[in-house]
């Protein structure tokens, strides 16, 4: 018999590994909008495994941050050098000087580098017990992400350069832990044939109506539905409740939002019941949580918002993009709701010239806090950061 050659060996190892990978990594979350910096998890016991698939053969940088920014965060940098793979825990203090860990906690599992991506696979506890370290819980965390096109060893240990961003992810989202019973009834927002206008930006609105109707109900998931290769070009979508005061004459039209001609009925809806963004998975709500539909109080329409971000101007684009909403007549104990906080960016919000940095801060007062809710039945679920820019100039928005 003839000796297996040594590439049947590699494709064996490679295709177990890919079956391992999808094992034991129940979450996918594309970080950045060019899709160059992929994360899969997963749950571990008391353990979190992350595999990061990154676009750079230099080192890749994965982090939790109380904002979001680079000050006192808690870091992992690791990527492939001279056929050698390294990872290392490091923190940044308030100055945002990365400083190595004393005590390492992130376990490198393996790393691999092809011609254009670099993998990496570690694990860690999600309590480390490590001052510098920060614990991985059920809130929606800051996750930070890095990458640079040299090594750690030839970059040295800055971030300057790299190209970087921050995304708000739930860990431990039981999303796909949950195994979603078959009699769970759902129906569909989705777009119908929306034709891609080839700029930058677009925001397209549709109005639906909810169809579960005179008895109150529990949505106890959303799921996103985005049109196979439209991954990159769907970035978010927004739900709306309307005036309960319209008919069904403003249901099955689509048309620009903010755009002078867009019919006044767009302009009852106000309030945002659910939010979705780009990477994001779906949104499971806590089992003692469900938003409610069905009753006269609930939304009867509905208005979607969906930005596509089309930055190559491609022409042609056609999007059936929208939402999967799962319901039940199991009540649950409580009624779901969304808090908008932040700050109204009008013509009135100026940023001075040739500032290199301004900060625009948004308060919630406790006065408005009281008014919408009484704070000890309150819990903050998940939360999610949306700007709308309509300008143009550098800035920089801190929440
Ligand atoms: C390198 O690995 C990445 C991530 O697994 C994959 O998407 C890409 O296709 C690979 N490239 C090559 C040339 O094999
Ligand atoms: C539906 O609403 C439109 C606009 O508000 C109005 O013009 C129309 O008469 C209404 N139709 C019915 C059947 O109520």
Known sequence: MRPLRPWALLLGALLGAAAAASRSYPHVAVLDGAAAY????????????????????????????????????????????????????????????????????????????????????????LHTCDPNDKSITESTVRVIWAYHHKDLGEAGQNYHGSTRGTKSLRLLNPEKAEVSPASLS??????????????????????????????????????????????????????????????????DYGHECYHPNMPDSFFTCETVIFAWAIGGEGFTYPPHVGLSIGTAADPQFVLMEVHYDNPTYTEGLIDNSGLR?????????????????????????????????????????????EEVCVLSETRVMSDLLIFKMFLTSKKKFQM
Not at 70 to 92: C, N
Not at 327 to 338: E, Q, S, W
């Open 186 to 251: 759902y129906f569909d927002l989705t777009n119908k044939d929306v034709p891609v206008p080839d700029k930058d930006t677009t925001y397209w609105c549709q109005m639906f109506k909810i169809p579960v109707q005179h008895e109150k109900h529990h949505v106890t998931k959303v799921q996103p539905l985005i049109q196979k290769g439209h991954e990159n070009l769907v970035h978010h979508i927004l739900l709306y409740q309307c005036s309960s005061n319209l008919n069904d004459s403003i249901l």
């Open 38 to 125: 992929r994360l899969l998890w997963g749950r571990r016991g008391s353990a979190l495994a992350f595999r990061l698939e990154v676009r750079t053969r230099g080192y890749v940088g994965f982090g939790l941050s109380a904002g979001g920014g680079m000050a006192s965060a808690d870091i992992v940098v690791g990527g492939v050098e001279g056929g050698q793979p390294y990872l290392q825990d490091y923190h940044t203090d308030e100055n945002r000087v990365l400083k190595k860990d004393p005590q390492q906690d992130y376990r490198l599992e393996y790393a691999m580098e092809n011609s254009t991506h670099t993998i990496l696979a570690f694990s860690r506890e």
């Open 325 to 369: 909403l799962f319901y039940t007549p199991v009540l649950r104990k409580y009624d779901a709701g969304v808090i908008e906080a932040g700050l109204w960016v009008s013509l009135f919000h100026n940023i001075p010239p040739g500032m290199p940095e301004f900060v625009s801060e948004g308060h919630c007062t406790l006065e408005c806090l």
